[in-house]
């Protein structure tokens, strides 16, 4: 079954069952000072909605799934 992340959030991984899925936007962008950060949101929310009130990711996570931005020497906001 697929999850929506809402739900997700309000009752954690007790929710899941084996092959359960759980539904994220996760979306990078590039700041002007030479540096990057990852945000993760709803999957019904646009790009931009994810990018302004979205959860901030974990740099490693970050990095894990969006390499390309670390290998151009971007540095990850903090």
């Known amino acids: 079954m697929i999850i929506p992340y809402s739900a997700y959030a309000r009752q ?16 990078a962008t590039k700041g002007s000072d030479g540096d990057w950060a990852a945000y993760k949101g709803f ?4 790009d931009e909605e994810v990018l302004a009130s979205g959860d901030k990711l974990p740099e490693a996570a970050a990095v894990a799934l969006f390499p ?6 971007l540095v990850y906001r903090a």
């Open 12 to 27: 954690g991984p007790e929710l899941l069952g084996p092959g359960d899925s759980v539904i994220i936007k996760v979306c």
């Open 68 to 73: 390309s931005f670390a290998w151009a020497g």
């Open 43 to 46: 999957s019904y929310w646009s």
